[in-house]
DNA sequence: GTCTATATTTCGATAGAC
DNA sequence: GTCTATCGAAATATAGAC
């Protein structure tokens, strides 16, 4: 009669425990590389001993696979904003705020994404190759439609979606530089809003939607 | 009578070697990260025992901080083509004509600085607030003068230029994910030439000068 | 200057008591 | 499930013959 509220009880712990294991390992990997990062180091700053990661994720490679998982489930919801829009402005330009908010709100998955890719995807090659190559084709199929119905000015989709996610991304993977260029300090509220309004009027204006 | 030839040859060697290993270097570093490379990895592309790497760079970290130095000033002569031009137009085209020649031919360099800069800047953190300060200041008030001017839209110079870096280095530290989803194989000649133009065509009608 | 062999350190992973 | 102690592998760096 115990056993199902000592399973929820462990379950509960199980999953925070690999929470608190999965933020700590985001951070160190983004902060020093795969190669760089240590499992004691992501022990210390998950509070845990180094033996009960090895406990929760078998491997460094197994956790480190999970971070990249995680990150990419993120990278697919901002995805969204950019559905059934009517035209480029709205929905371009929600892809843009999103895209903005995870750098602000995520830069630390976006960093290990950049280096996973950087790196030649070593772990997540397959998903390159099946989730975000058919991900890329729809998207770039309704900007070329968009094209078509005469909504913006002719722009190669690809090159265009490349440029969204370098300018978006460069605020998260270059953000100590972007940090660095501004007296050492952290952008505030107004200038992250600044930022968004650029990098939109700039495409937008850029693809002839406005 | 024999010491200033002796002295050239030796010097010739030294400077061959020291080019190989930092050739090396700079690609086992941009391929698997400060953390990930090895000594050996990079003696082994340059063709020489692990030892030599020790008698040429005392350590690992000489070895990279030197790699970097190089990519440095790279970054720095593209700023060239930036300057003493008449408007947006030249300017910025050229700038960013000389960034995507960079991102196709000195793509390890690239990937190299982003993981410094990703990474907190470590070893070039002093570049940064010296020398990238005071460049990134200078083109931005060129660029208020364009402003100012009437020459172009009245954009924030800083976020301006982050577009303008993220754009181009987009080819270059993400070239393993275009290339896969350009079906897994090098961008050609031409696709290059369009890459080129649409990052110009958005941008520069981005900032309405054209 | 070059290279072999090795010293020293560090890290990933595990064994075994609790 | 948790933690201490430790093994074994791998990496940086160096010693010393040539």
Redesign the interface.
Same mark, same amino acid.
């Given at each position: 009669m115990a056993e199902p509220i000592r399973m929820t009880k462990r379950d509960a712990a199980r999953r925070e425990n690999e929470a608190r294991i999965l933020a700590a390992a985001e951070k160190v990997f983004?902060?020093?590389? &795969? +190669?760089? *990062?240590t499992m004691q180091l992501i022990a210390d700053m998950a509070g845990l001993p180094k033996a009960n990661l090895h406990y929760y994720f078998d491997t460094k490679e197994e956790l480190y696979r999970k971070v990249v998982q995680q990150i990419f489930e993120i990278w697919l919801h901002a995805a969204d904003s950019f559905d059934n829009a009517p035209g480029p402005v709205e929905g371009i330009g929600a892809y843009i705020d999103a895209k903005m908010d995870i750098s602000r709100h995520h830069p630390f998955g976006s960093?290990v994404w *950049? #280096?996973e890719?950087?790196?030649?995807?070593p772990v997540i /090659?397959d998903y390159?190759?099946t989730t975000?190559?058919d991900w890329?084709k729809g998207r770039a199929a309704v900007i070329q439609r968009w094209v078509d119905e005469g909504k913006m *000015?002719p !722009?190669?989709p690809?090159?265009?979606l490349?440029?969204l996610?370098? *300018?978006t /991304?460069?605020?998260a993977? &270059?953000g100590? /530089?972007?940090e660095?260029?501004n007296g050492g300090r952290p952008l505030t509220d107004r200038q992250w809003r600044?930022?968004k309004e #650029?990098?939109k009027?700039? !495409?937008?204006? +850029?693809? +002839?939607a406005i």
């Amino acid at each position: 009669m115990a056993e199902p509220i000592r399973m929820t009880k462990r379950d509960a712990a199980r999953r925070e425990n690999e929470a608190r294991i999965l933020a700590a390992a985001e951070k160190v990997f983004a902060e020093a590389g &795969f +190669g760089g *990062a240590t499992m004691q180091l992501i022990a210390d700053m998950a509070g845990l001993p180094k033996a009960n990661l090895h406990y929760y994720f078998d491997t460094k490679e197994e956790l480190y696979r999970k971070v990249v998982q995680q990150i990419f489930e993120i990278w697919l919801h901002a995805a969204d904003s950019f559905d059934n829009a009517p035209g480029p402005v709205e929905g371009i330009g929600a892809y843009i705020d999103a895209k903005m908010d995870i750098s602000r709100h995520h830069p630390f998955g976006s960093k290990v994404w *950049a #280096s996973e890719v950087m790196h030649g995807a070593p772990v997540i /090659q397959d998903y390159l190759e099946t989730t975000l190559r058919d991900w890329t084709k729809g998207r770039a199929a309704v900007i070329q439609r968009w094209v078509d119905e005469g909504k913006m *000015a002719p !722009i190669d989709p690809r090159h265009l979606l490349y440029m969204l996610w370098a *300018a978006t /991304q460069h605020y998260a993977d &270059f953000g100590h /530089q972007i940090e660095t260029l501004n007296g050492g300090r952290p952008l505030t509220d107004r200038q992250w809003r600044e930022a968004k309004e #650029s990098v939109k009027t700039v !495409i937008l204006r +850029g693809i +002839g939607a406005i």
